[in-house]
């Protein structure tokens, strides 16, 4: 059992480059389902993950992130990091950090490992189809921590070290990335926009990718 370990920035941004403030006003929602429902036009017409790439980890850095298993497995070439950004607030259940204000435009700039090492496991119990297995997601101790900034369920894979250092290192790499200037004229406030983890958590902070 393995999923992907996922990490997101949520950013202000102007209202027309997001459909966050759709989503959380029932007018404009009903406005945008009529426009819709009539031409198959509007703010419901456009996907809310927009954007997506790949990115494959040099084998020098997988060393120096201790993920030499994908070495030894030979999955040096394959894709390693997933990125998308969502015209929306995800993962949509944030807690800590800024709040988010319904009459406020968001998007999400995210990062997940395609390539994950940690593994929980499914077991049967019995030999009955009504008894129900027994699931060991695998949850790392290190995110049994109450310092929680960011909570979001596919996190909860990281017992594997090189995992939580590819985690760590995608943090900085989504900062890298919205601090570009493809973003110029689209964020707005401070720390070009991000609001949640927000400034006062550092890319090297080991509680930055806890779940």
Avoid: W
Avoid at 18 to 43: D, E, H, M, R
Avoid at 120 to 132: A, E, F, K, W, Y
Avoid at 142 to 161: E, H
């Amino acid at each position: 059992m393995q999923d992907h370990n996922t990490i997101s920035l949520i950013v202000r941004v102007g209202e027309s480059n997001s459909q966050s403030s759709t989503i959380t006003n029932l007018a404009k929602l009903q406005a945008a389902q009529a426009v819709f429902a009539a031409n198959q036009s509007g703010p419901l017409s456009a996907p809310g993950q927009p954007g997506i790439g790949f990115e494959t980890i040099p084998s020098s850095e997988l060393k120096t992130l201790g993920a030499t298993d994908l070495i030894t497995m030979n999955r040096t070439e394959q894709r390693h990091i997933i990125y998308f950004m969502e015209t929306i607030v995800y993962p949509n259940y944030p807690v800590n950090g800024r709040p988010i204000f319904a009459n406020e435009s968001y998007i999400s700039l995210t990062s997940g490992s395609v390539a994950p090492l940690s593994r929980g496991s499914i077991t049967l119990t019995s030999n009955s189809l009504v008894d129900p297995p027994k699931i060991d997601p695998g949850v790392s101790p290190l995110f049994l921590s109450p310092l929680k900034l960011i909570y979001c369920p596919l996190m909860q894979y990281l017992t594997n070290k090189a995992d939580f250092a590819i985690s760590r290192r995608q943090f900085g790499k989504l900062r890298q990335i919205l601090a570009s200037p493809a973003f110029d004229g689209i964020t707005e406030g401070s720390n070009n926009g991000e609001v949640i983890p927000g400034p006062n958590v550092t890319t090297e902070d080991t509680v930055a990718v806890d779940a």
